[in-house]
């Protein structure tokens, strides 16, 4: 997120900060597909109509509900939130962490967190005590990953290491994916390649986009379709999807021609693809929406809790997020609500996934297609990777007509950078998603678009009719 002085910290959790242009839609972990204990701790983020907290098990809040937009996932006993335009860690017990409030934060990794203080116009990097322990002038930081957290000055990309040394040259203008089993996704001339933590290429660029290396195998987008690579960068499973999820419990959500259903390693159709939308297993159980709603089917593909539900997430630690009667409680594995549906919104963003990440020592992207990413692909889609109008933008028409527009004095410029800056969810299924663009004269404006959620699929909202509740299935 961009505070007021133009400076970034870059959160792999926040999903206002998933706007990398090449990770659409990928959850990842470690090498193990094994799911792990999470001994029973949970910890979600609810909104009651007016702000986001944070409950327990037992739907008591731990903290809040006082906060004005989505608390990270508590990972470790740990979590930030924003309020009154300030961001502070709180322990799940609702205390304040030290060094809180400041400017701007992301989550603690390896016991480090990059923060904005109050009184600077930087992000450094603090310990769990709020000392400051890493001030190099960055622009922008991101978490840390296997020991490394991308970095950004001067409008390049590069690596530090915990101590604050540099481990990789700052190769790169864009954003890259954090190193999940030695290795990280960047994008270079557009394409996505993978390096290891010396900075080498192991995989040259050739992607249109790629996601972590999850059990061996990576999906990645070659033209049109997602498919899966080893870590030689050759083809295990050709790309022939629409979309794609990794591997868990060697099962993967796939989808083809409009359905979704789940592949083995071999790249076949284990379940079906029926379900008009699905998410990966998790515990034991994966959510599939049919005509009839969400329920959750087990490895064999068989609805063990049936259809009944208007939206759904994954199980984390026994427990599932669900929507009924237009509010959102969370059920058990045998589909009966522990917590009873009260809430106007949950974050999504499963725990159970940041959980397996913090178990494994990663740190990567969340899962699925989000609203933020989904407006940062459509924002990148009016541009070209200067910036400068794309033809799905502006025809040849417009440019003249601005062209003209600028020759009679007034200075129009095509941005230079653009920003998601936060979400405001106007209910599960509308989000208004805010961005700042600056310009080449350093000029920014602040502007708002709306995605929503449309058979299971987030879009941008493009007219008036697709932001009718009508609409918005």
Not at 334 to 339: A, N, T
Request: contains cysteine.
């Amino acid at each position: 997120m961009k505070n007021g002085m133009g400076f970034t910290i870059v959160s792999w959790f926040r999903l206002a900060i998933l706007a990398t242009g090449f990770i659409l839609q990928f959850s990842c972990s470690g090498e193990s597909s094994k799911p792990p204990e999470t001994a029973g701790e949970f910890f979600y983020s609810v909104y009651d109509g007016k702000s986001w907290g944070v409950i327990n098990r037992n739907g008591e809040y731990v903290s809040g509900p006082c906060f004005s937009s989505v608390p990270s996932p508590p990972l470790a006993g740990k979590f930030f939130a924003e309020k009154d335009g300030e961001f502070s860690h709180y322990k799940t017990d609702g205390s304040r962490m030290p060094g809180s409030p400041c400017y701007d934060a992301g989550p603690f990794s390896g016991g480090l967190a990059a923060v904005v203080p109050k009184g600077k116009t930087n992000p450094v990097f603090v310990n769990e005590a709020g000392d400051i322990v890493l001030d190099e002038n960055y622009e922008a930081l991101a978490v840390f990953s296997e020991g490394l957290s991308a970095f950004r000055i001067d409008g390049l990309w590069g690596f530090v290491n915990v101590s604050g040394d540099l481990a990789i040259e700052q190769n790169w203008d864009s954003l890259p994916g954090p190193f999940v089993n030695g290795l990280a996704a960047v994008r270079e001339k557009r394409q996505v390649g993978y390096i290891d933590t010396s900075g080498e290429y192991v995989i040259r660029p050739r992607f249109r986009e790629g996601g972590p290396f999850v059990g061996g195998l990576a999906v990645v987008k070659s033209g049109k379709y997602y498919g899966y690579i080893n870590r030689e960068g050759e083809w295990e499973i050709d790309a022939r999807f629409d979309k794609a999820m990794p591997f868990f419990h060697d099962l993967a959500a796939v989808r083809e021609e409009g359905n979704w259903g789940f592949i083995n390693r071999s790249g076949e159709f284990v379940i079906d693809p029926e379900f008009r939308e699905a998410e990966n297993f998790s515990e034991g159980m994966a959510m599939a929406r049919s005509e009839k709603g969400c329920g959750y089917i087990n490895i064999s593909g068989e609805y063990v809790i049936v259809p009944q539900f208007e939206a759904a997430g994954s199980f984390y630690s026994g427990l599932a997020p669900v929507k009924s009667g237009g509010k959102w409680g969370f059920i058990n594995t045998e589909g009966k609500f522990e917590i009873q549906p009260r809430f106007d919104s949950v974050n999504l963003v499963s725990p159970y996934t940041m959980a397996e990440l913090a178990d494994a020592g990663k740190r990567a992207v969340t899962v699925s297609l989000k609203p933020a990413v989904v407006a940062r692909a459509f924002l990148e889609s009016l541009y070209d990777g200067d910036f400068h109008a794309a033809s799905s933008f502006a025809t040849p028409s417009t440019k003249e007509i601005l062209d003209q527009v600028s020759g009679n004095g007034y200075d129009f410029k095509w941005p230079s950078s653009i920003e998601i800056t936060r979400q405001n969810p106007l209910s599960d299924k509308k989000i208004q998603v805010h961005y700042k663009t600056t310009d080449s004269a350093g000029m920014t404006r602040d502007n708002t678009l709306t995605v929503v959620r449309v058979h299971g699929e987030w879009k941008v909202a493009m007219n008036l009719e697709e932001l009718s509740d009508d609409a918005v299935l």
